[in-house]
């Protein structure tokens, strides 16, 4: 039974590592392909804004689209005909802006791409919220987005790293795709899960939801206004796709800790804003600026899980999945909006306006983080000195202590025999001497024990 349990989990994880993964992947690539096809057309700068600047805005509408869908119609966010008309959109779009000649055409074909891809990333990412428990979320996260990083510079270095500049880099975006509808074949409408009372009354309220929307916006404006190398440049002095590789190394490092511990993940997060100042002190410096890449790329693997995560547990608290990719959302207004802004100002003013921006993002990211984790801690802490109280009242051991624990928070054998990762008898034996040595006959009773006690105190 354990096995089989355990078996199911792995399997869940896997897949979703892979769905995430392989949607990253080939929708990074065609955002890359029509990226580059641009620069045949127009000046680094312009394709800067464009990329980085509308095509950003346009993600963060079709993630708004799928937001709304799940609030108002979950059954048609959640089932898999608006990702697979989406990636047929995706892939045609790619294809109109690698074999067009005419610059309006692949700019209008671009901002429907990328739409779509908001589209596409909402679902995809929505279902961390509502099929991955919270301490697996960062590592699936973090391993999907890992391997979109990694299968993008494997895919850029044919023809001599120029593959994504040719005409052949769309058909592997098209057989990417195709890739993907085989994994989105077994993707199932998520469960709808009883919006219960206490979810609403101990969770969180609608104050801490706009605070995390700001931070999460300010920490990318910050990151964008900062670390803005333009965009003409980067083909002879940094190779962009390898930077990724330490990207992926960032995620997966990122998840570990997230997993571990949201706090952590949060520090390293605000961390993370210390690489745009010194991307500003780099100059015209090479060899800085593919050093500041390649740090940067590995420690903002914390800021990118973070701003997912944030949302995916608030969503996953309150039991409303349209809230799971708002995080996404404020981040690419956020990026958008420094592109622009890193367009206007250099030097001295830009030094400034990112001072400012940093001092706000501080006061504000302490204050979320009070909000979200502060009061977390206190709670566990009180849990956990309850429960060793009611423990040692009745002289339980350390494995009936663990087993307790998880038959008052409601778990059946089953449950707490793949939690503990041991077999379902073992946890009828511990089960029954709790019973013995608190001399009750039933869970309910047990908890309701243990309540009332609490309860005095």
């Avoid at 996404?328 to 420094?338: C, K, N, P, S, V």
Wanted: contains cysteine; glycine residues 8%.
């Amino acid at each position: 039974m354990k096995n089989g349990v355990m078996h199911i989990e792995e399997n869940k994880y896997l897949y979703f590592i892979a769905l995430i993964g392989f949607g990253f992947l080939w929708t990074g690539t065609a955002y890359i392909v029509q990226s580059y096809r641009l620069l045949h057309f127009l000046e680094g700068e312009t394709v800067n804004l464009l990329v980085c600047g509308m095509y950003y805005v346009c993600q963060a509408f079709g993630i708004g689209i799928v937001s709304f869908l799940f609030t108002k119609h979950s059954m048609i966010a959640g089932d898999r005909i608006l990702p697979f008309w989406t990636t047929i959109i995706i892939v045609a779009c790619t294809a109109t802006a690698v074999f067009s000649t005419s610059l309006s055409i692949i700019i209008i074909s671009g901002l429907l791409m990328n739409i779509s891809i908001g589209v596409l990333s909402g679902c995809y990412l929505t279902r961390l919220a509502t099929d991955i428990p919270q301490q697996r979320r960062g590592i699936v996260f973090g391993a999907a987005y890992a391997f979109g990083s990694i299968g993008t510079w494997l895919l850029s270095l044919p023809m001599g790293t120029k593959f994504l500049w040719s005409s052949f880099s769309f058909y592997a975006v098209a057989i990417l795709a195709a890739g993907s509808l085989i994994l989105l074949r077994h993707l199932s409408c998520p469960i709808k899960k009883e919006n219960k009372p206490e979810q609403q009354a101990t969770g969180f309220d609608n104050k801490i939801i706009y605070l995390a929307a700001a931070v999460l916006f300010l920490l990318s404006l910050q990151n964008t206004l900062g670390f803005s190398f333009p965009l003409k440049n980067t083909p002879g002095n940094v190779y962009i796709e390898f930077t990724r590789t330490f990207y992926a190394l960032g995620l997966i490092i990122a998840g570990l800790v997230s997993d571990k511990s949201r706090r952590w993940g949060a520090i390293c997060c605000l961390a993370a804003l210390a690489f745009p100042f010194a991307a500003l002190t780099l100059g015209n410096s090479v060899f800085g600026e593919s050093i500041m890449w390649m740090a940067a790329y590995l420690f903002l693997g914390f800021w990118s899980a973070y701003r997912i995560l944030v949302f995916s547990d608030i969503s996953a608290k309150r039991g409303l999945p349209g809230l799971a990719v708002v995080g996404l959302l404020a981040g690419r207004l956020g990026e958008a909006t420094g592109t622009l802004g890193a367009s206007f100002l250099t030097g001295i003013p830009l030094v400034l306006v990112s001072g400012i921006v940093f001092a706000l993002v501080i006061v504000l990211f302490f204050s979320l983080y009070q909000k979200l984790y502060s009061t977390i801690v206190n709670v566990e802490e009180m849990e956990k000195q309850r429960l060793l109280e009611y423990a040692n009242r009745f002289n339980l051991s350390p494995r009936e202590q663990e087993i307790f624990n998880l038959i008052v928070q409601g778990m059946s054998n089953t449950e707490i025999a793949g939690a503990l990762f041991i077999t379902e008898s073992t946890v009828k034996f511990h089960a029954g001497n709790i019973f013995k040595k608190t001399g009750f006959s039933s869970r309910s009773a047990l908890i309701a024990d243990f309540k009332l006690r609490n309860s005095i105190i």
